[in-house]
């Protein structure tokens, strides 16, 4: 049974940064990319970032191309979000997603907020 399970939201100001993790079981992690999406407050839920399974190709929504950085640890089977200089248009629940099983994990609370 595929499992994600997303964590590191919280609140914090225009300018800080968070780092997401996203810990995966009852799948061969390395074997699968992983993408990070998030849906804001009315908004649609939108593609933020992808990794392939050695984490050599990334790909990145244009409005977080140069702060935000997807990683990947196979030995650990987690998959990271690192956001930095954020601002409240980042706010958002994050999600956890794997392609191949379509699958979404529970999301996690982004708010950028003085």
């Known amino acids: 049974q595929v499992q994600l399970v997303e964590s590191g939201g919280g609140l914090v100001q225009p300018g800080g940064s968070l780092r997401l993790s996203c810990a995966a079981s009852?799948?061969?992690?390395?074997?699968?990319?992983m993408r990070w999406y998030r849906q804001g407050p009315g908004k649609e839920r939108e593609l933020v970032a992808a990794i392939t399974t050695g984490g050599g190709s990334t790909n990145y929504a244009d409005s977080v191309k140069g702060r935000f950085t997807i990683s990947r640890d196979n030995a650990k089977n987690t998959v990271y979000l690192q956001m930095n200089t954020l601002n409240p248009e980042d706010t958002a629940v994050y999600y956890c997603?794997?392609?191949?099983?379509?699958?979404w994990g529970q999301g996690t609370q982004v708010t950028i907020s003085s």
């Open positions: 997603y794997v392609p191949w099983f379509a699958s």
């Open positions: 009852g799948f061969t992690f390395s074997s699968y990319t």
